[in-house]
């Protein structure tokens, strides 16, 4: 498949595959500001593409090391896209997590007035995130619906033989980046509706090595329920809290079969080499086999996992010197001096 | 804010607003579908809206009694628009439940053949869903992404004054009804990945009277965890489970505030006026006040709630003589009797 | 059935049978130590009698108001016989609660030496709370199992008509208190393994007029488990932890059915009149029927129930007010307005 | 210590230790027919004891290699002394369970007649179990306490120097052996009230050695909660759950150190051999390190295990594999292939 315009192209078409890094183009995107996060990607060649799909083809197919993909907004939840593709695409893990903040301006082609802004676009959810202020600032704007903020955005400066404008919109919203990139012109900055909104990104490899630990760690997994009855998610859930293990993200998405069947999306805080992540995994597959592990890596926000001191490595270890002795007795000696 | 086309207009201008049923329009969509499926609203006039938004705004605002608005889809999950504004809006009810069974035909302006088609415009979901037929059927397409799939598919239709089309796309992802309104061609039919998906459309209203019980209902509400601390959740969804009550919808949506805060939607099976499901309110209202009462409705697929009969209503009711027995007791007469 | 000797009678027979008090006699027993700390039994005619039975027939056939019997003991655990008397006897309620220290002295007929003690008369219980001071300080000791302690310890001084002891046993263990009624010698004092021992004892009548709350109250319930399916305990419990209610004591006793099924000895911290209470017995209830009310009464140590502010009386009230109004509704008058 | 008469003395002075059972005696109660069900225990010294703290010290001093104890009664429930003395005296593990119908008689000296019997001694437990049928028969009757069935039986015949009987009772209550082995007359037959009692018995020994797995198993444990919180015992038997392990036995006892603290005795279906009770012992130890394990050993009644086929062996093997495999993981060589 290839994109309507061509902005969001390869950026790095003799690189060596294994050096490449995937992401959601074009330059300009948060997507950009993640992979910028990204110590090993530096100095590396970049691969712009035009959706999560295309992403994670990338990694697939070897044509990138690893790709940047947006999985979580605080404003609009889990990236449903990025949910399903890592639910489905075999393979693939998760090691590494970025955060970025989200901030939006409102662009247009240079000499055009806020009041003259008729039709805005943006991509729906961007959108969504803006909505208050530009309902407030202009209530008769019409949205015109983009796959990319920032590509609809630099088709505002697209024009036609006759010089005119070829995009039917007069601005767009776009991430405060673009003007480092593009002759466009800031109408209104900060037009988000929430201040605090930011978006985490996973850097996504083939690469099953997993990242060490350093002690604040996160660890990815999708599951589903063994059956529907009641109680079935409870049961899940206890596999956790019966190991002290904290949940920092439950989210529901669709198995797509049925109305109703649902698979989990569930991060926990620790890294799969703590015991009591480990054993966690070990409940969760008898309980249901169907488990994805999608990685355990470094929480962007360096926070140390908080658990109760009775969960701690060293607790597992005592445990199983304990069941391993009590295994182990041969008939005491007292009984067999006895026999003497 | 008005939309890019005037085709989403208000069918009903001169109506009287509690007559009135706004829907994501035009004629033609799924929701429209939904629509024809509400017995209430057979000849009464009936609003085409662009968006979730407005179909709510025309409710909260008294244009319209009720709007029929997608809640859920088989393959998508929960609509994160609708469940984010049920959760925000204060004043709305799901007054019932209606199912639309999905599928997708790929239409063109009469003369076009497949082969040729380049440039497919659909909404994001629609394109989601079909992707993998239009993958292997039409390998070098490009997608233009569309707020509305019958909007795009009518705008295939629209010629400038030379009589050539304006949109840039070339064919249109749209449901199999579009042929009943406009002169489109059907270049081919099924396109859909899943041939079982379907969507639930919910009909919402300000009027807080809750729908008699008919023995098959769901009561949906939305409610947030009082505190972070990790088994919350699982002692929110116990609140359900120690009085027998089924779920049959958890979903998590991001409060916004802060990445990793949620709320959740749920349905449960049963109505407000069922012993077990009024008990369980009163349970998560203590456990956080942070719920939302979405309404209690006949569920679109009649099914009856199924429940261990142990907390059927005349169950209650026993248990409350038992206790106010317990309580009202005097002394007992056999000592009274020993005192003369 | 009458007791072997004539210690322990009724003190009071042409007493007003609504007046009078059954404890397990003679004078001089921990019993009467809790009896004496009952308010409403001061001045009142005491009926000693020989065994928890007793006492309990007493109450049942009106010849007592009330009776005290041990209930629990800080070493022994809870008094199997008062456990199943309750359990089995209906109309029973506990009205009151009482504390007394266990402590015992070894005593014999005046003029005996320690280290001539043989045979020790004890109470089993007593016996074995003992026995670490007994084996270290008299090692060859035999032990003669009694009914009452108190009973053993007055035989000692029981003469034939030459003047002989009729005891076969040399010493008694008693509480400190014996000597206050009988002309024993004490051979020794704090014989009592554990120091801390302390036996809890219950006021036990038919008027089924609950005490007032207090602020710091007990409620006793004996319930069985609907099914034996694993997890039913864990269920049953539920019903206390999803309101927020503490558990003082949970004991398992057999229903004598068969082995393995068990009925459970529980008291929760708080009064039925409290709102967590009342809806926690609710519940149990409706998870099981068969559950006895034994009482709600101040509790001896005066400490008040310590529990989560969300389940306060004044937030089940508010949690009833907010279904109330969910359920009150009519149709809103706005969409009214817009009828006219 | 020594008892009062001679009757429960050692039958096997010059034996070997490590050859002996203990038992309590004398010949003809309950205990002594569990001991002929121990195969391994025919043809070897036998030595009777008078009490269950006498048969675990021959055990744990080394004069006998295990003993037979009472542990369960099906109308009285555990036996607390054995409960206790299982509880603090380290090394001892159980080895073998069996089962004894419990039936009694009413002896007397040969030419007593039922009609002139007013003192029965009997064993708090056993006088517990028939006093039905002694009331409704003997409603005159006093009742004589007594450390041991049998022997207050065989003290009946008992005679002073004049030939007349030194026993203050006239009957005794016992098991039916007892004719087997003392010319006591048989005034009633099977005089308890409940025909279905039955008494379960452990053998215990010091060899640590662990019976082989049979099948049909039972695990014992005693446990203390790590802290009074409330939730705490459900969170102890969510070990057992989420691990599919069924209990057959929850008991509680004090650990008497104060009043509402208490340990709680356990039995599992299974063996520790079987990876779910081996995890289930794991996650009982990081839960509480206050765990005493007691022994694995087949069931009396044969009866295997059921459990859901997600918590079988295999299963724990895969799970386990499963982490390997993603703990073991390489960079993977499709990438390493890139590289070339």
């Given at each position: 498949m290839h994109s309507v315009t061509s902005t969001a192209?390869?950026?790095?078409?003799?690189?060596?595959?294994?050096?490449?890094?995937?992401?959601l183009g074009p330059a300009g995107t948060f997507t950009e500001l993640a992979l910028k996060q990204v110590e090993e990607a530096q100095g590396k060649p970049w691969?712009?593409?035009?959706?999560?799909?295309?992403?994670?083809?990338?990694?697939?197919e070897g044509r990138s090391k690893a790709a940047v993909i947006a999985i979580e907004n605080s404003i609009d939840g889990g990236v449903s896209a990025t949910q399903d593709a890592l639910a489905t695409i075999p393979g693939l893990?998760?090691?590494?997590?970025?955060?970025?903040?989200?901030?939006?301006?409102?662009?247009a082609r240079p000499g055009t007035r806020l009041e003259d802004v008729k039709?805005?676009?943006?991509?729906?959810?961007?959108?969504?995130?803006?909505?208050?202020?530009?309902?407030?600032?202009?209530?008769?704007?019409?949205?015109?619906?983009?796959?990319?903020?920032?590509?609809?955005?630099?088709?505002?400066?697209?024009?036609?033989?006759?010089?005119?404008?070829?995009?039917?919109?007069?601005?767009?919203?776009?991430p405060p980046t673009i003007v480092d990139h593009h002759a466009l012109e800031v109408l209104a900055e900060n037009i988000i509706d929430n201040p605090n909104a930011v978006t985490r990104f996973a850097l996504v490899s083939r690469d099953t090595a997993i990242p060490k630990p350093t002690g604040a760690d996160k660890t990815s997994l999708i599951a589903e329920l063994p059956t529907d009855a009641p109680g079935s998610l409870v049961e899940l859930l206890e596999q956790f809290s019966t190991r002290g293990v904290n949940m920092s993200l439950l989210e529901?998405?669709?198995?797509?079969?049925?109305?109703?069947?649902?698979?989990?999306?569930?991060?926990?805080?620790?890294?799969?080499?703590?015991?009591r992540i480990a054993d966690a995994l070990l409940g969760l597959y008898r309980f249901t086999?169907?488990?994805?592990?999608?990685?355990s890596y470094p929480r962007a926000d360096r926070q140390p996992a908080d658990f109760d001191p009775r969960y701690a490595d060293e607790v597992f270890v005592e445990a199983r010197d304990w069941l391993r002795g009590l295994l182990a007795s041969e008939p005491s000696d007292v009984l067999e001096t006895g026999d003497a």
């Open positions: 192209s390869t950026t790095s078409t003799a690189s060596n595959a294994s050096d490449t890094y995937s992401y691969r712009a593409v035009n959706n999560v799909g295309e992403a994670l083809d990338d990694v697939v893990r998760i090691v590494g997590e970025y955060l970025v903040p989200v901030g939006f301006v409102l662009v039709t805005i676009a943006a991509h729906p959810v961007a959108y969504a995130q803006c909505r208050g202020w530009l309902d407030k600032n202009l209530p008769d704007h019409s949205h015109l619906p983009a796959g990319s903020n920032v590509q609809a955005a630099t088709q505002l400066l697209d024009e036609n033989e006759d010089g005119e404008p070829v995009s039917v919109a007069d601005a767009a919203v776009a529901s998405r669709p198995i797509g079969d049925a109305l109703g069947r649902h698979r989990f999306i569930i991060d926990l805080e620790g890294h799969i080499t703590e015991e086999p169907r488990v994805i592990f999608l990685g």
